[in-house]
């Protein structure tokens, strides 16, 4: 049972334009989101993160959006970079669990078209 | 700073033999959790340390153990190897106890089972 879902395994987008990357999630409990970028033959990467208390946090050209009703996080990146092409995983945490526990989607690769 | 280290990189093993491999967490950081990453999986959550006890593990069978030691590197071992645990084994380390701090992670250690 998978509790945090990328139904899109890959995306592409033209330089420029925006990026939009969806998770979803069962697991009511979740109150912390985060986003992860790979690539090929390196590990994760950390790249922005939401507490469920916000709707929203942005960082640079990258934001994420949740949506606690719909259980549905995104993230937007504005404008999108060739560099920017990656694996990008959405994970989630619960904070009733005390040790470090994330639950991590499938993952959507992106590819930024120059 | 050094980051996580991963050994060995990449390595091949055969149906029902055992496998140890090891991680060196990021200089200060007590906490170290295994993932396991295979194509379409995304990052399965194999267990974590702190301060040397495991204080959460996933589902997966007892064949995968793991230790933590007092200088907070850890090690994993596979016994009696599958084709299916064919994957790339990812550790992450932590600065804080806390659920919500960033996770670093190594390159990964590859591991094909024939």
């Known amino acids: 049972d998978q509790q945090v879902k990328q139904n899109s395994p890959s995306l592409s987008v033209q330089e420029g334009r925006i990026s939009i990357l969806n998770c979803d999630y069962t697991?009511?409990?979740?109150?912390?989101f985060l986003w992860y970028k790979k690539y090929p033959a390196e590990g994760p990467t950390f790249l922005i993160s939401i507490s469920s208390i916000k709707d929203k946090n942005e960082d640079g050209r990258f934001t994420v959006f949740l949506n606690k009703s719909a259980k549905h996080l995104s993230l937007h990146i504005v404008p999108s970079q060739p560099g920017d092409s990656a694996v990008y995983f959405c994970?989630?945490?619960?904070?009733?669990?005390?040790?470090?526990?994330?639950?991590f989607g499938s993952g959507t690769r992106l590819l930024v078209r120059p | 700073k050094a980051g996580v280290t991963q050994t060995p990189r990449y390595l091949i093993k055969t149906r029902g033999q055992q496998v140890t491999l090891s991680c060196s967490p990021i200089?200060?950081?007590?906490?170290v959790s295994w993932y396991q990453q295979t194509p379409g999986q995304g990052l399965q959550f194999l267990f974590e340390y702190f301060s040397e006890t495991q204080r959460n593990k996933g589902n997966f069978p007892g064949r995968f153990s793991g230790r933590q030691f007092s200088n907070s590197r850890s090690e994993m071992n596979v016994s009696t190897l599958e084709l299916g645990d064919s994957a790339l084994y990812l550790c992450?380390?932590?600065?804080?106890?806390?659920?919500?701090?960033?996770?670093?992670f190594g390159e990964g250690s590859r591991l094909t089972v024939l």
């Open positions: 994970a989630a945490s619960a904070g009733m669990d005390s040790s470090y526990k994330l639950i």
């Open positions: 200089s200060g950081h007590r906490s």
């Open positions: 992450a380390s932590s600065l804080t106890a806390s659920n919500t701090g960033e996770l670093f």
């Open positions: 697991n009511s409990m979740f109150d912390y």
